[in-house]
Nanobody, 121 residues
Framework: QVQLVESGGGLVQPGGSLRLSCAAS????????VRWYRQAPGKKREFVAA???????GYADSIKGRFTISRDNAKNTVWLQMNSLKPDDTAVYYC???????????????WGQGTQVTVSS
């Protein structure tokens, strides 16, 4: 089985920073694209950032210039560095990965359990 575990969330003041981690464990052959999403209370889940297997990033306009996504394929880990945080960034942040458990198996979608980020003074 595969697990995605997010960590690094917490309470931070406006203007502060947090670094979220998404670690994949289990039987993994390769991980393709990994995305971060977030969901605020009463709102739909929204895309935040993505990174390809080769390290090419993509960002939502709302966080561009403030968040940076990165990955270490050897560690099966993706990070989301969040700077200049605003109260509107408050949400549960979810990691989503497309990966193969074996070379002869298709790519499958996995979600983490989420980590809470609260930006408040």
């Amino acid at each position: 089985q595969v697990q995605l575990v997010e960590s690094g969330g917490g309470l931070v003041q406006p203007g502060g920073s947090l670094r979220l981690s998404c670690a994949a464990s289990g039987t993994i052959f390769s991980i393709d694209v990994v995305r971060w999403y977030r969901q605020a209370p009463g709102k739909k889940r929204e895309f935040v950032a993505a990174i390809s297997n080769g390290g090419s990033p993509g960002y939502a306009d709302s966080i561009k210039g403030r968040f940076t996504i990165s990955r270490d394929n050897a560690k099966n880990t993706v990070w989301l560095q969040m700077n200049s945080l605003k109260p509107d960034d408050t949400a549960v942040y979810y990691c989503h990965a497309i990966l193969k458990q074996h070379n002869n198996r298709p790519f499958t979608s996995y979600w983490g359990q989420g980590t809470q980020v609260t930006v408040s003074s």
